[in-house]
T-cell receptor, first 115, second 115 residues
Framework: AQKVTQAQTEISVVEKEDVTLDCVYETRDTTYYLFWYKQPPSGELVFLIRRNSFDEQNEISGRYSWNFQKSTSSFNFTITASQVVDSAVYFCALVKTSGTYKYIFGTGTRLKVLA | DSGVTQTPKHLITATGQRVTLRCSPRSGDLSVYWYQQSLDQGLQFLIQYYNGEERAKGNILERFSAQQFPDLHSELNLSSLELGDSALYFC??????????????FGPGTRLTVL
């Protein structure tokens, strides 16, 4: 069975703190993609990153970084020096790519960054 | 503005009715994805089309159907509506061959309320 777990339902931090959002996944497939999406209070969905299961290199984009570890089936997302605009719900997703594509979403982590 | 348009923004209808949601992808994008976000079910992938052909199918009910037309716009048809179909429906598009690292671009969503 495939599953994505975002155990942190809600996190509150003070501006400029670093924060890590956890994502743990389960799959028996060897080829898959992992995604992170952001949903700010305005409601739209924003794509953040896609990672291929064969690529375990960490990714950094500005204040955002992602740590993919197959050994622990985790794809964690860190925001450095958080800002109020980072307040949003963040979703992690797993996409199986062999056979029929199947997307599994986590339940999301609500991040509140306080000024 | 992602470049993906969805109409209508809001839709209120009654149980048993049928509605059509429309999505126009970004210029040049061949893939269209449909997602449903509800309080009960969270964020779910429904279906993906690529250049007019169904590419992936998720948790889409038999009462729901979709298609992608030659001009690449897509429609999601929801019939025999039930109260539980009330949700935010997102459309996303992505460029051919996954574009830059698999980016997906989301529309603003259609909020469907079934009374």
């Amino acid at each position: 069975a495939q599953k994505v777990t975002q155990a942190q339902t809600e996190i509150s931090v003070v501006e400029k703190e670093d924060v890590t959002l956890d994502c743990v996944y389960e799959t028996r497939d060897t080829t898959y993609y992992l995604f992170w999406y952001k949903q700010p209070p305005s409601g739209e969905l924003v794509f953040l990153i896609r990672r291929n299961s064969f690529d375990e290199q960490n990714e950094i984009s500005g204040r955002y970084s992602w740590n993919f570890q197959k050994s622990t089936s985790s794809f964690n997302f860190t925001i450095t020096a958080s800002q109020v605009v980072d307040s949003a719900v963040y979703f992690c997703a797993l996409v199986k790519t062999s056979g029929t594509y199947k997307y599994i979403f986590g339940t999301g982590t609500r991040l509140k960054v306080l000024a | 503005d992602s470049g993906v348009t969805q109409t209508p923004k809001h839709l209120i209808t009654a149980t048993g009715q049928r509605v059509t949601l429309r999505c126009s992808p970004r210029s040049g994008d061949l893939s269209v994805y449909w997602y449903q976000q509800s309080l009960d079910q969270g964020l779910q992938f429904l279906i993906q089309y690529y250049n007019g052909e169904e590419r992936a199918k998720g948790n889409i009910l038999e009462r729901f159907s979709a298609q992608q037309f030659p001009d690449l716009h897509s429609e999601l048809n929801l019939s025999s509506l039930e109260l539980g179909d009330s949700a935010l429906y997102f459309c996303a598009s992505s460029p051919p061959a996954g574009g830059v690292k698999g980016a997906q671009y989301f529309g603003p969503g259609t909020r469907l309320t079934v009374l």
